[in-house]
């Protein structure tokens, strides 16, 4: 009888230790979490930006200030992108964050960044920037 009811207390303890974890969790929508940015995942959707790729805030990051304005910080493994410093160029490629109108906290409100963008193909316009 009594190891019955210290079995039964046993599961008790457990199922009310964990039930609220797994509430907690399957009540939270999914890729969402307190360390989670509030910047966006893009879908992966191939796109093309055209604009002048400028040297980043660090001696190895880049990024693309377009014609409308804003600016997209750059990575790409497949392009040199060093090499196409102060060019007008036109990439494709994937967003890898769009910031939309929720920008993570390290960038600044009235920042122009829309976001990360992943170059696949990059083809030069001109060797200056219009800018």
């Given at each position: 009888?009594?190891?019955?009811?210290?079995?039964?207390?046993?599961?008790?303890?457990?199922l009310a230790v964990g039930s609220p974890r797994l509430a907690a969790q399957s009540?939270?929508?999914?890729?969402?979490?307190?360390?989670?940015?509030?910047?966006t995942k893009s879908s992966g959707n191939p796109k093309t930006l055209t604009g002048?790729?400028?040297?980043?805030?660090?001696?190895?990051?880049?990024?693309?200030a377009t014609e409308d304005g804003g600016v997209w910080d750059l990575e790409s493994?497949?392009?040199?992108?060093?090499?196409?410093?102060?060019?007008?160029?036109?990439?494709?490629?994937?967003?890898?964050?769009?910031?939309?109108?929720?920008?993570?906290?390290?960038?600044?409100?009235?920042?122009?960044?829309?976001?990360?963008?992943?170059?696949?193909?990059?083809?030069?316009?001109?060797?200056?920037?219009?800018?």
């Amino acid at each position: 009888m009594i190891r019955t009811l210290t079995a039964g207390a046993l599961l008790l303890a457990i199922l009310a230790v964990g039930s609220p974890r797994l509430a907690a969790q399957s009540s939270q929508p999914s890729g969402t979490g307190s360390d989670a940015s509030q910047a966006t995942k893009s879908s992966g959707n191939p796109k093309t930006l055209t604009g002048c790729i400028q040297r980043g805030d660090a001696v190895t990051s880049y990024k693309l200030a377009t014609e409308d304005g804003g600016v997209w910080d750059l990575e790409s493994k497949a392009i040199k992108l060093s090499s196409h410093v102060d060019h007008t160029v036109k990439i494709s490629g994937k967003v890898v964050e769009d910031f939309g109108t929720k920008k993570p906290e390290k960038i600044i409100a009235n920042d122009k960044r829309r976001g990360i963008f992943s170059v696949s193909k990059l083809t030069m316009i001109s060797t200056k920037c219009d800018q």
